[in-house]
């Protein structure tokens, strides 16, 4: 039989764990109950008790209780958690994991859930989940499921809620994965102003025999992309479009983790690296945008996003931490990057909105300067979605791939 794990405070909650474990015995599918509560009684038998939870972090469950706040007891349960769970995971003993919480409870069954691969099914109810959850999900397959009403008994409201959230992950559990051919994976990452060329370059790298996967370059994607490079799954990274690090350096609602551009040097897989959309900041609505901003160039990309276009000065800024990274990686001659020297997007053109050659030309010699010279540097008069330079970028990765597999 199936068996899914249901983590959560058994204290609290335990009448709304025992309904969703028994929707999911209707199905078919085990429940496997985790109490990761800490201060009072439990209201269902749990097959792991809150004591092992503890133990597995290292400490007694009377240890957790006295530390100094709840936020410090959550972070230790989240810990001995995750051991048990991802032990639960490789062992196959699970196939699923659902949770159900507030705040607290969905901290720490986020935690728990961000360390599980990508695709092994994972579902939260949560009263947050109406919000911004990528604090929550992170890098990884988590899906949230708004409760409406706090997880407080079992309700007209609530009930359809957990019966619903219960047949999601059953189905998740039980659904049969047909096999596909396996093909080496490539990453890649795309913004709406880089399309034409990360679509050739794809399209190009697929008929070469790779698997193309592409992240749109919205922060969390970037924060993913680099996750999936991380974890060994990738021959190689197609970076066109870095314009994460502008919302990093600027303060907008795209940025990426300080990580980002690392996991490539990481893994030792080649890595592409070219300006795509560097020339730009993104922001919400206009609204949104910051006062300090004002007399900045802007461009109004559609109703939920505003774009401010860099500054010479933010550019080099770029370049020397866009440097800094690359250069932190032993096999440097991995990396290659492709310089586009009559604009960084599509509407960084000569005509366009963004047009500022002087700019881009800040960012070109200060990161030529700052690279090591084992990096490779390829310049062109052409802007980034230019076709045959989207080409030469792939057939590029592709040549590094096939001489990295051949120093193995």
């Known amino acids: 039989?199936?068996?899914?794990?249901?983590?959560?405070?058994?204290?609290?909650?335990?009448?709304?764990?025992?309904?969703?474990?028994?929707?999911l015995s209707t199905m078919g599918v085990e429940p496997l109950y985790i109490d990761v509560g800490v201060l009072g009684e439990s209201q269902l038998?749990?097959?792991?008790?809150?004591?092992?939870?503890?133990?597995?972090?290292?400490?007694s469950l009377e240890e957790v209780r006295q530390q100094?706040?709840?936020?410090?007891?959550?972070?230790?349960?989240?810990?001995?958690?995750?051991?048990?769970?991802?032990?639960?995971?490789?062992?196959?003993?699970?196939?699923?994991?659902?949770a159900l919480g507030g705040t607290g409870g969905t901290t720490l069954a986020s935690q728990v859930m961000r360390a599980l691969p990508v695709g092994f099914p994972k579902l939260i109810v949560s009263t947050v989940a109406s919000g911004e959850t990528r604090h929550y999900v992170g890098a990884k397959d988590i899906t949230m499921m708004y409760s409406v009403v706090d997880i407080a008994g079992v309700n007209a409201i609530s009930a359809p809620i957990l019966s619903n959230a219960a047949g999601a992950i059953a189905g998740m559990a039980l659904a049969k994965r047909p096999s596909i051919d396996a093909k080496p994976v490539i990453t890649a990452s795309m913004f709406g102003l880089t399309t034409p060329a990360v679509t050739?370059?794809?399209?190009?790298?697929?008929?070469?025999?790779?698997?193309?996967?592409?992240?749109?370059?919205?922060?969390?994607?970037?924060?993913?992309?680099?996750?999936?490079?991380?974890?060994?799954?990738?021959?190689?990274?197609?970076?066109?479009?870095?314009?994460?690090?502008a919302d990093e350096l600027v303060g907008g609602v795209f940025a990426a983790s300080p990580s980002r551009l690392t996991a490539a040097g990481h893994a030792g897989v080649p890595?592409?690296?070219?300006?795509?959309?560097?020339?730009?900041?993104?922001?919400?609505?206009?609204?949104?945008?910051?006062?300090?901003?004002?007399?900045?160039?802007?461009?109004?990309?559609?109703?939920s996003v505003t774009l401010m276009r860099t500054s010479a000065e933010e550019l080099q800024e770029i370049a020397r931490r866009m440097a800094s990274r690359l250069n932190a990686r032993h096999d440097r001659e991995a990396t290659?990057?492709?310089?586009?020297?009559?604009?960084?997007?599509?509407?960084d053109i000569e005509g366009g909105a963004f047009f500022d050659p002087a700019a881009d030309a800040a960012f070109v010699e200060t990161l030529t300067s700052e690279l090591d010279p084992a990096i490779r540097v390829v310049r062109r008069d052409v802007d980034v979605n230019d076709q045959e330079l989207a080409v030469?970028?792939?057939?590029?990765?592709?040549?590094a791939i096939r001489s990295n597999q051949k120093g193995e």
């Open 200 to 245: 050739a370059a794809r399209e190009r790298l697929e008929s070469l025999g790779y698997e193309v996967l592409v992240f749109h370059a919205t922060g969390a994607g970037g924060d993913s992309m680099e996750a999936i490079v991380e974890a060994g799954l990738a021959v190689g990274v197609l970076d066109i479009t870095t314009t994460e690090l």
């Open 392 to 399: 030469e970028m792939a057939d590029a990765l592709d040549r």
């Open 1 to 23: 039989m199936v068996t899914v794990a249901l983590l959560g405070t058994f204290d609290t909650k335990g009448a709304e764990y025992e309904y969703a474990g028994e929707v």
């Open 271 to 303: 890595h592409v690296v070219s300006a795509g959309a560097l020339d730009m900041v993104n922001f919400g609505p206009a609204s949104t945008v910051p006062a300090e901003h004002e007399g900045r160039t802007f461009y109004h990309h559609n109703d």
């Open 336 to 347: 290659i990057v492709f310089l586009p020297e009559a604009g960084f997007s599509g509407i």
């Open 45 to 59: 038998a749990a097959h792991i008790a809150r004591e092992a939870v503890a133990e597995a972090a290292g400490m």
């Open 68 to 98: 100094a706040d709840r936020g410090s007891a959550i972070a230790s349960m989240a810990r001995g958690a995750t051991k048990l769970v991802v032990d639960l995971v490789e062992s196959e003993q699970i196939a699923g994991v659902l």
